[in-house]
């Protein structure tokens, strides 16, 4: 199993502008419920605001707040729930709670004349741990020929199999078997500890599955990508026992140039061919995300490929 501390980047200062927030945003709000509100004249709108702590407490304390860059220091009632009394259109809104949460970051949220809208915000930890699972890599070569794969991570191995020394250097063959010494190996193991930054994980996109949908959407899915049928059986038959236990889970894969950031690999010769992509899953309840882009690769000449993926925590599950 591989770990990996996820970094949150926080502000303990100034808020930034409305036209300062990061492109991806992670689902760290939901909005509960909107509706007409009593005493509101057409003129008027109302948010109303709870914000939970990374261990799902509800907090009563001050919130810094920034709403269409304008900054405010809110205040909760008794029940601790914020109230922003405003105007009917578009708002961007931005809260900063401790340095030991990230800053939150809203899209454009659209409220109705004479409406109350009801928000829960998640504040995530400043440094999370998350435990990946079984990432392998298959390789396939047009012709038997020594290989050497490198990793570059941005933390450190805890175990690899056969033993990474520097690098793995094997003789590949056109079948995907892998020579090491005297021993033949299906793909390569390695797990380790790498920092990564969740706020640049655009959790806002994946996929809600079923139970009973599970191995379907599996097998559409990474052929969709490009898997061939023993990755795929080696895929399901991994992640779906586990994933099984819940009605609904939440989906969400990172693909190569997203994988590269936090554990780089070099390949010689080099392949025809790379696909690596590392899914990121919780238990989901209720809710909906926007559809996430599938990228796909060709299967011709050297080819290589990898996969993993990783149980969100329950403090960085914020599907609920």
């Known amino acids: 199993m591989k770990t990996l501390f996820v970094s949150i980047l926080t502000f303990a200062g100034t ?4 036209g300062d927030i990061p492109e991806k945003l992670g689902p760290d709000y939901h909005i509960t419920k909107s509706g007409p509100g009593k005493d509101l004249t057409r003129k008027e709108a109302k948010f109303i605001f709870t914000f939970l702590d990374p261990k799902g407490q509800v907090i009563k304390t001050d919130i810094s707040s920034s709403q269409n860059k304008v900054n405010k ?6 029940a ?4 922003i009394e405003t105007t009917p259109g578009k708002h961007i809104f931005q809260f900063f709670y401790n340095a030991t949460c990230g800053e939150i970051y809203t899209d454009s ?4 004349p004479a409406h109350v809208t009801e928000i829960s915000v998640y504040f995530r930890k400043a440094n999370e741990v998350m435990t990946v699972d079984k990432p392998v890599i298959y390789v396939y070569s047009k012709q038997k020929e ?10 450190e191995f805890l175990f690899t199999y ?6 793995w250097n094997f003789t590949a063959n056109p079948d995907g078997t892998i020579e090491m010494g005297e021993r033949k190996y299906h793909y390569l193991f390695w797990d380790g500890k790498l920092n990564i930054e969740s706020q640049k994980l655009n959790l806002s996109e994946g996929f809600i599955v079923d139970k009973k949908d599970q191995v379907k959407f599996f ?11 023993e990755e795929i059986e080696d895929y399901i038959t991994y992640w779906c026992p586990r994933m099984a236990a819940n009605e609904k889970n939440y989906i969400h894969f990172i693909f190569n140039a997203e994988c590269n950031k936090y554990a780089s690999i070099t390949i010689d010769p080099k392949p025809d061919h790379l696909f690596r992509v590392c899914m990121l899953w919780s238990k989901a309840n209720g809710c909906s995300v926007k559809e996430q882009k599938i990228e796909s690769f060709k299967r011709d000449g050297f080819t290589v490929v990898e996969w993993g993926g990783t149980e969100i925590s329950d403090q960085l599950n914020l599907l609920k």
């Open 219 to 229: 097998e559409e899915k990474l052929a969709q990508m490009g898997l061939n049928s």
């Open 162 to 167: 056969p033993q990474y020394s520097n690098g």
């Open 109 to 112: 949220i659209q409220i109705k």
């Open 15 to 18: 808020l930034l502008s409305a």
């Open 73 to 78: 220091m809110l205040k909760c009632d008794v």
């Open 146 to 155: 020594k290989v050497d794969i490198k990793l570059d991570l941005k933390g």
């Open 80 to 83: 601790g729930k914020f109230i």
